[in-house]
């Protein structure tokens, strides 16, 4: 079961011009013509192989190999737990302010509160927690993300993969952002109360055990819930958002194609959409990760009960410092992840291209 599906994302038509045309080790082989009588065989990318072999980048291996998939999870790992952990103090200050509003008047009186009473150590506390889960969580993230974009795309076929190209870009994040969150889970519920609930602990050995003797599996996992209901719209948005913002910007901004630019030139265009990006993400996950903050504070709550406490203001405590926080972690999060695509020499499609294909069933429905 398992190598059939394997086989299935590997046949992706997101992979097609990579192992039709840019084959590991830079082999070159031409690329197939489309013709109208074969459309439910032809690739969407496959129409876009001239452009990508005449680039002529080595790659290191084939779209959907193993190999793939395995250093897009460690992308993955790097992109999330190192931007995570490097934001555990602006981090800590926002879910002060998301718990206790009247103590953490806003994001500079939330620091100079947390100096003043626990000193410059405080401001690290729950970094453990942070880096383990969120390395874990991008793992599932891109790795996954990649594996159901090629999947859903072989599922649709090439038309429909570039007409429904954001519905598929929020299926397939959605998707992946499951399986992420239940990694992060418990780590999340650690981290938060290491944060937020002073006495409780200061350090992850600390407070996994003594929240396993408090409330047991529960405990790490009861935020799950609304743990989805903020990452799994805050994924969708980043995904989405972002491969629309590349795709826009090659095509209106940018005075010159992808394959003309050099690979720092690529990077900032990466860095630009990734910010743009996560200003949505922030603002459309901002009241569920109040949610997750409140509801790991108090331990016998249930997220409804932690939203009615909190009341629709409290519900966005603490918007301006998680749009600055997740605008440049998104940013950041992109840059390392291509990044780490660029070093490996991974396959890199261009922006998305209308097929021939429909190109000449538009062109003859428009001639009748």
């Known amino acids: ?95 002060r302010i998301q718990v206790d509003p009247e103590k953490y008047v806003g994001i500079f009186k939330g620091f100079r509160v947390t100096l003043k009473e626990e000193g410059f150590r405080a401001l690290g506390k729950g970094w453990a927690p942070t880096a383990i889960g969120y390395s874990m969580q991008g793992l599932c993230k891109f790795g996954f993300y990649e594996v159901f974009k090629s999947l859903y795309s072989n599922l649709l076929g090439e038309e429909r993969t570039f007409l429904y190209r954001t519905s598929l870009y929020l299926a397939a994040s959605a998707s992946a952002e499951f399986f992420a969150d239940i990694a992060l889970a418990p780590m999340e519920a650690v981290k938060v109360r290491v944060q937020t609930m002073p006495g409780f602990a200061n350090t992850l050995r600390e407070g996994a055990p003594k929240l396993w003797a408090m409330e047991g599996i529960r405990g790490f996992y009861k935020g799950l819930p609304p743990l ?25 901004v940018v005075p010159k194609p992808r394959s003309e630019c050099s690979k720092p030139e690529q990077l900032v265009i990466t860095f630009l959409a990734g910010y743009i990006a996560g200003v949505f993400c922030a603002i459309v996950s901002h009241p569920a990760d109040t949610v997750v903050s409140k509801l790991n504070q108090d331990a016998g709550s249930t997220p409804l009960e932690a939203a009615k406490k909190l009341g629709m203001a409290g519900l966005w405590k603490g918007l301006f410092p998680r749009i600055i926080m997740i605008g440049t972690l998104t940013a950041l999060q992109w840059f390392i992840y291509d990044s780490v695509k660029v070093y490996f020499k991974l396959p890199r499609p261009p922006p998305p291209e209308m097929p021939e294909s429909l190109k000449r069933k538009l062109a003859a429905k428009e001639g009748n």
């Open 1 to 95: 079961m398992f190598s059939s599906l394997f086989d299935t994302v590997k046949r992706n038509h997101f992979s097609s011009p990579f192992t039709t045309t840019a084959r590991c080790e830079g082999e070159v082989a031409p690329a197939p013509t489309p013709s109208l009588e074969n459309v439910s065989q032809i690739s969407p990318a496959e129409v876009t192989a001239p452009k990508l072999a005449s680039v002529g980048e080595e790659t290191s291996c084939d779209f959907g190999s193993a190999k793939y998939y395995a250093l897009c999870g460690f992308g993955g790992i790097l992109s999330c737990g190192v931007t995570h952990t490097a934001l555990v103090p602006l981090d800590l200050v926002k879910c």
């Open 228 to 252: 989805w209901l903020r990452q799994i719209p805050y994924t969708m948005m980043k995904f989405a958002c972002f491969e629309r913002t590349v795709e826009f910007l090659y095509k209106h």
